[in-house]
């Protein structure tokens, strides 16, 4: 099935791959879930390897497949087919404007028939070029090269949100250390409860900064036996489901009276594939581009942004780290300077820091029958608020970035895009291939590494969290390693999660 996926999945444009994933994966989830629910038995474990090399084969096919038609689709030669892609472009483009007013009404004419016109355009691209360049299998796909590949005090989690004919929900992790010979399983039963009850029982512990004695045993404690058995101390975590919205580091253990974050790092993944991608080179990021203080405009019917006067200060002192640890000078963008145009022409910055409002609109509650699945696309549905983003006519305000545009920058030699801005981590959950957002959009764009928030910080707190994020960062040139840097100054003086634990990095 799943090399049946990648021979398919480059010849059809991106609402064909995701119909064509929607029907064929329960055949891979339900195999998964029949390992998962017998695994414990002698005679099934053997099944334990096959079953994870199959999940890190079909995990994320799509982003993988739609991130290489985006590149190749940026630099083709041909002249019939790079006509094809202007004109796709332009009507990517009509396409965002139109759907800012979709997501109230999204039955428009126009809109059905100009989504159409665009998948008619991104299929004849796909059976142009991309068709006969991916029947390669990917490299990292074998779990025993992935364990091989693990230090001391290292494992690699890879979560599964499964679903069976009844609509139970279960959540399987299987984690691989170098000492066992096989993964090792654990099943998680009460997914429901983890995605409804338990999930705003956790996020209002958040919100209202209350002491979480509940989160942890509910979401974490059967796993963190095994990684307390193996001596486990880093953790790469390939997050699906409700877990892509949770932070780990946040939960707080009441039989150490310490959160997670004080004794186990945890890194995010995409894919675990990504730890067979490293090249183990910290390289400085040469150029960046800091975002921020935008001038928005006044506020005009419909949803206005306010102003943000801490960005300015943010972008400002984030410059004077760059001065005095690697004398350079960053590139600001300020007041109406960061519209549309001038970020979709950016040219591969080292480093992007985009310090503005976010936005993600929920999916509308009745959608026409007759139109394409585009119209709901997560990716017209959040994006950035640039300047000028209160100006203009409902449905075609020139200063909000979708992340659909996102995804056709050219980052592809960008090494971090920070995204300071508050719940740059929502999106529309997708099983099996994460969040449909802005962090999916910037690394469909090129970029390696993105760091996202997960819920609204205190602006002052904010600011200083990245003051201390860069500090870290641009002398170890690190991200994974400042992450964790910012996270412990700021929670040695807030004890709360909510100030220190809303920024996840996400590596490709």
């Not at 909000?400 to 959950?429: I, R």
Request: hydrophobic share 40%; aromatic share 10%; glycine share 6%.
């Amino acid at each position: 099935m799943a090399e049946y996926g990648r021979r398919n999945l480059p010849g059809l444009n991106e609402s064909e791959q995701l119909a064509f994933w929607q029907q064929n994966r329960t055949v891979i989830d339900n195999f998964l879930l029949f390992v998962a629910r017998y695994a414990a038995l002698p005679d099934f474990q053997a099944l334990l390897g096959p079953a994870l090399q199959l999940r890190l084969q079909t995990k994320g096919a799509l982003l993988r497949v739609n991130a290489e038609q985006v590149q190749k689709r940026k630099s083709a030669q041909n002249p019939a087919l790079d006509s094809l892609y202007q004109r796709w472009r332009k009507n990517r483009q009509c396409l965002a404007y139109l759907a800012q007013e979709s997501v109230s009404d999204p039955s428009q004419g126009p809109l059905d028939s100009l989504i159409k016109a665009t998948d008619q355009l991104e299929k004849q691209m796909a059976l142009r070029q991309f068709r006969p360049l991916v029947a390669e299998t990917p490299a990292a796909e074998n779990w025993q090269t992935l364990q091989a590949d693990l230090q001391a005090g290292e494992a690699a989690l890879e979560m599964t949100r499964l679903m069976d004919a009844q609509g139970q929900v279960y959540y399987w992790a299987m984690l691989v250390v170098k000492e066992a010979p096989l993964p090792l399983s654990v099943l998680i039963p009460d997914g429901q409860a983890l995605e409804k009850n338990y999930w705003h029982f956790y996020t209002n512990n958040i919100q209202f900064k209350i002491k979480d004695t509940q989160s942890f045993d509910r979401y974490w404690q059967p796993i963190q036996a095994l990684l307390d058995q193996y001596q486990v101390k880093r953790l790469y975590f390939s997050p699906d489901g409700v877990y892509h919205l949770l932070n780990p580091p946040a939960l707080y253990e009441p039989a150490r009276q310490a959160y997670l974050a004080n004794r186990l790092d945890l890194v995010h993944l995409s894919n675990l594939q990504a730890l067979l991608r490293r090249d183990g080179d910290n390289a400085q990021p040469q150029g960046a581009v800091l975002v921020g203080g935008l001038e928005y405009g006044p506020a005009s019917a419909g949803e206005s942004f306010k102003p943000l006067p801490g960005t300015q200060t943010e972008i400002e002192n984030i410059a004077a780290l760059f001065q005095k640890y690697q004398n350079a000078r960053p590139t600001l963008w300020q007041d109406s300077e960061a519209g549309k145009a001038a970020l979709l022409n950016l040219q591969n910055p080292g480093l992007l820091h985009l310090a503005t409002h976010g936005f993600f609109y929920p999916p509308p509650a009745i959608v026409g029958e007759s139109l394409a699945s585009e119209v709901v696309s997560p990716l017209l549905r959040a994006g950035l608020a640039l300047s000028g983003a209160n100006q203009g006519e409902a449905g075609f305000r020139e200063g909000l970035l979708s992340a659909y545009e996102v995804s056709e920058m050219q980052l592809e030699e960008t090494e971090l895009v920070v995204l300071s801005a508050c719940q740059t981590g929502m999106g529309q959950v997708e099983d099996g291939e994460g969040v449909y957002g802005l962090q999916r959009a910037f690394h469909l764009a090129g970029a390696k590494q993105v760091l996202v928030s997960l819920w609204a910080v205190n602006d002052q707190v904010g600011q200083q969290w990245m003051q201390y994020f860069y500090e870290n960062y641009l002398q170890t040139h690190r991200a994974d390693l400042a992450l964790r840097y910012a996270r412990s100054k700021v929670q040695a003086a807030f004890t709360a999660p909510y100030y220190w634990a809303g920024f996840v990095l996400w590596e490709k």
